[in-house]
Nanobody, 126 residues
């Protein structure tokens, strides 16, 4: 059974940093895509970043503007998201997602991922 469990969400001031972590179990995602998504109240879920340890590479949403870094540790079985220079508009529930298929390029579309965590709340105050 695939499980994704997020942690690290918190409340921070604008300009601050947070590191989110997703612990995954039940499957090895070598070569497959995993990603971080977020959903603010009243808005649709959107992609933040995704990566594959295979050929599909790493992709970021434009709004990350070099502030966010996604990384994966297959030894620890974690997918991390380092967020720096955070803005109030980064406030959202953040979700970890993964898919069992192989992609040529990791998609930034929520519907392309079939495994999801429960989310961790991030709040950025001005």
């Amino acid at each position: 059974q695939v499980q994704l469990v997020e942690s690290g969400g918190d409340s921070v001031q604008a300009g601050g940093s947070l590191r989110l972590s997703c612990l995954f179990s039940g499957v090895t995602f070598n070569g497959r895509c995993m990603g971080w998504f977020r959903q603010a109240p009243g808005k649709e879920r959107e992609a933040v970043a995704a990566l594959s340890t295979g050929r599909a590479g790493t992709v970021y949403a434009d709004f990350t503007e070099g502030r966010f870094t996604i990384s994966q540790d297959n030894t620890k079985k974690t997918l991390d998201l380092q967020m720096n220079m955070m803005k109030p508009e980064d406030t959202a529930m953040y979700y970890c997602a993964a898919d069992s298929r192989y992609f040529l390029r990791c998609p930034l579309v929520p519907g392309s991922y079939n495994f999801w965590g429960q989310g961790t709340q991030v709040t950025v105050s001005s």
